[in-house]
């Protein structure tokens, strides 16, 4: 009988563990509806569990964690908003309304959350690098100008 002991099991075993972390940490909840979000330069890490949808015919939304998002109404979003701060009391909402919404209604949702006292941020979609924008917008003014 011998009395070593074989690790090549065990790595074999980490280096599994170690391939499924790496995947699953990439994974990212889609949103449930169809947005063309505006763009922005800034970005955060946050990934608020509540959120808060306003597609293009200007119809709300809302969902927390994993669930498909439910259409509400403004008087009821509220009350959904309550309840789900109740839930996660130090997380964001977030709100992710398409870039066709008109301003004034993303300001109504918005202003909605402040007078309830809940953290609400905008949701928008990264923009290319500033240098990358500068050769579109160049490229642009080029082909307008022949």
Do not use: C, W
């Not at 099991?9 to 499924?20: A, G, P």
């Not at 509806?33 to 306003?54: D, M």
């Not at 309840?83 to 301003?103: C, N, R, T």
């Not at 007078?115 to 949701?123: C, D, E």
């Amino acid at each position: 009988m011998m009395a070593a002991f074989s690790m090549a099991s065990m790595t074999d075993v980490i280096f599994l563990l170690l391939i499924f972390f790496m995947v699953t940490s990439t994974f990212v909840f889609p949103t449930g509806l169809e947005l063309s979000l505006p763009q922005s330069t800034e970005q955060s890490a946050i990934k608020p569990t509540t959120r808060v949808y306003i597609d293009e015919e200007e119809k709300l939304f809302a969902s927390t964690g994993d669930e498909q998002p439910q259409p509400l109404e403004l008087d009821a979003l509220v009350t959904f908003l309550n309840l789900a701060h109740q839930q996660d009391s130090a997380g964001f909402i977030a709100l992710y309304a398409d870039e066709k919404v008109p301003y004034g209604k993303i300001v109504e949702v918005l202003s909605l959350g402040a007078s309830n006292n809940l953290r609400m941020v905008l949701a928008t979609k990264p923009v290319a690098s500033p240098g990358v924008k500068k050769e579109i917008e160049k490229s642009g003014i080029e082909k307008l100008r022949n």
